[in-house]
Every structure is written in structure tokens, then in C-alpha cells.
């Protein structure tokens, strides 16, 4: 399984991961560096053993996974 970041208005791949962890470690270090209206720029998916392509979160609601996350650390 891996997993897929992309930009929500283009659906341009940003970077595939191979853990969901290290792309919500992206997306806080776009808060940190840029903002939290830079973050909501993007769609997380996960792509299943068979190639089917399953959304995870985006916009607003990726973004508060990816700083919940952060907290479970």
C-alpha cells in the first residue's frame, strides 16, 4: 500500500509515501513553514493492493489529522 499526496485543486501528485506518518509529517511542516491555508491545499490517499485509489482526508479535515498526529507522538 502506498500512500499519495496531492494538490487538491490540480490532483498533481506532490510525493508518494510509504507510511501515512510521513506524509502528515509534510503537511505540519507546511503549517510550520507556510500556513494553515498553505496545508489545506492537499488530498491524501491510499492506493490498496489491487491499484484502487481510497481517499483518506482533505482540505480542512487533513489538515487537523495531520496536527492530531502530531499530538499522538
Known amino acids: 500500500m502506498s500512500y499519495h499526496l496531492r494538490h487538491l485543486d490540480t490532483g498533481a501528485v506532490v510525493h508518494t ?3 501515512e506518518g510521513a ?3 509534510f503537511l505540519r511542516d507546511v503549517v510550520r513553514l507556510g500556513s494553515h491555508a498553505a496545508a489545506r491545499q492537499f488530498v ?3 492506493e490498496d493492493q489491487r491499484g484502487g ?3 483518506i482526508a ?3 479535515a487533513l ?3 495531520a496536527l492530531e498526529d ?4
Open 17 to 19: 509515501y510509504d507510511k
Open 58 to 60: 482533505e482540505g480542512e
Open 53 to 55: 485509489m481510497h481517499t
Open 23 to 25: 506524509a502528515l509529517a
Open 44 to 46: 491524501l490517499a491510499y
Open 63 to 65: 489538515m487537523t489529522r
Open 70 to 73: 502530531q499530538a499522538e507522538d
